[in-house]
């Protein structure tokens, strides 16, 4: 069992910036891939975001705005987000692939392990 506990979510004006954390109870090691999905009002679930054994996962409308990292010594893995937009609002929400492996690093149906999230407000 993994838990996973984000943090760094808040109001931010238009082109700035937030760093979001995700703290992993397990050693990131043993996790296939750990991402991050984000969640705006009346849409749905998509993938910001995966890093896994070198490969990283970026989906094309925050490409060069967000970048994702992993510090393994803290288990914990990091979505940098510069340039925001309003466009960017909404429940942030780090994920993990245990026992698992992914193709795409974007796919909900390829995490099994989820955080309860962090809100992202841009005004």
């Known amino acids: 069992h993994v838990q996973l506990v984000e943090s760094g979510g808040g109001s931010v004006q238009a082109r700035g910036s937030l760093r979001l954390s995700c703290a992993a109870s397990?050693?990131?090691?043993?996790?296939?891939?750990m991402g991050w999905f984000r969640q705006a009002p009346g849409k749905q679930r998509e993938g910001v975001a995966g890093?896994?054994?070198?490969?990283?996962y970026i989906r094309d409308s925050v490409k060069g705005r967000f970048a994702i990292s992993l510090d393994s010594a803290k288990n914990t893995v990091y979505l940098q987000m510069d340039s925001l937009k309003p466009e960017d609002s909404g429940v942030y929400f780090c994920?993990?692939?245990?026992?698992?492996?992914?193709?795409?690093?974007?796919?909900?149906?390829?995490?099994?392990?989820w955080g309860q999230g962090t809100q992202v407000t841009v005004s």
């Open positions: 890093i896994s054994s070198g490969r990283e």
């Open positions: 994920a993990a692939a245990y026992g698992r492996v992914v193709s795409s690093g974007l796919a909900n149906s390829e995490y099994n392990y």
């Open positions: 397990a050693y990131t090691y043993s996790i296939n891939c």
